[in-house]
C-alpha cells in the first residue's frame, strides 16, 4: 500500500486565476476546480484594505490544444461577475435562477499603464494610481507586459479591485489605488465583466455604513464565507487571520441612498443600534475627487447580508500590540543609528603624564 502525501495547508481563496491564453476555436467547458490557495502576500500590506473575492476558475484546454504555450500569447480573459452556483441536478431550472448575493467589488479601468522596475502604475483622467497585484496575480502582470512589449501600446484595459487605505484619526485623506486582476486583450472576446461594465464602473457589494476614519459612506467589502475558509482560520495564527479577514471599505457618493447608512452610536445599546444594510450597486470611479459614484441599484437592498468572515475585537487587538511593539523596537534602532551617523567621533585624549618618581632618602 503507497503512503498518501501529507497536503500543505494553505489559506483558501475565491481569488481569479487569469490565465493568458489564446482563444481556443472549440466551445470549452470549465474544469471543476478546487478553489486555490490565496496567498496572503501582497507588496504592499495595509489595515484597511484587502483584495475583494471572486470565485477562482481555470479552463482547461489540454483537450484542444495540449501543446499550447502561453507564455507567448499576451491575452487574458476577464472574470465572472459573480462566484459560480453550486452544481445541481436539474440544469435547465438553476439557469433560469439568480446568481446568490455576494460581497465582492470589481471593474475595468482603462488608462496608460507605467512599469518602473519592481513598481507598476495606471494614469486615469491626468492622475497616477499606484497598480499592486498579488503574488497570485503575478502571471496577469507577466502577460500584461508582455502585451505592452509586443503591441507598444500601453493604454490598457485593465481588471481591477479597488484597493482603498484609510489612516487612523480621519485627518489624512484616504489613498486610492488598484489590484490587478486581469486585462481584456485585443484578441478577447466581450464576456464577463467586460461586458457587464463599461469603462470606469465597478460592480460594489456590501454592507452600507459609515466607518470612525472616513467622512464619506463607504459600502464594507468582507471576505465571503465557506466552510473551508473557516476550518482555515480556527488554525491559522492571530496575524495570518486578522490580514485574512481584512475588509475593503469603499468610499461611495450616494445621494438618494433607498437606505440611509449605518453609523455607530456609542450612547445607545447594542440591541439599539440597528443594522447596515447589504446593497448591491453599480458605481463610476471620479479620479478628480478620488471617489466612487453611484450609477445604478443592481438588486433591493437587504437587511441580511450573506454570511461572511470578520475578525474578532480580541484577535485584533493582539495583533495591534504585536504591531506597534515591533514599531516602537524599529524606530528605536532607526533614531540609534541615526544617532551615531550624526554625532562627530569623539576626540582622543592624551595620554596621560608619568608621576614622578618617589624620592630615596638614605638613612644616616
Known sequence: MTKKRPQKKTAPTDELNILPVQPSPQKVEPEDVQPVADKIENPVDDAASTPVPVEARTIDFSSSEPSLDTSSVPVTFDP??????????????????EPPALFQAVGILTGDVTIDEEKTFVSVGGKTYPLYYSSYHKRALAALKKEIETTGIREQKLIVYPKITHYPGGKQPYSVGFQLVGFVGHQASGMGVSSDLQDLEFKICGLWQFIPVCRIPCISVFKNFNQQRLEFIKSAQAELKVNFMKASHIPVLWRDAPVPPFRFNPKLEKEAQGKAFFVQIKARFNSERNTFEFVSLLAIPSSEPPNYLKAGKKDKLEVAKTRLAASKARQHDEARSHNDAVLPPRRTTSAPKPKPKPKVVAQE
Open 80 to 97: 465572472p461577475t459573480s462566484e459560480i452556483a453550486p452544481e445541481q441536478s436539474d440544469s435547465s431550472a438553476s439557469s433560469h435562477e
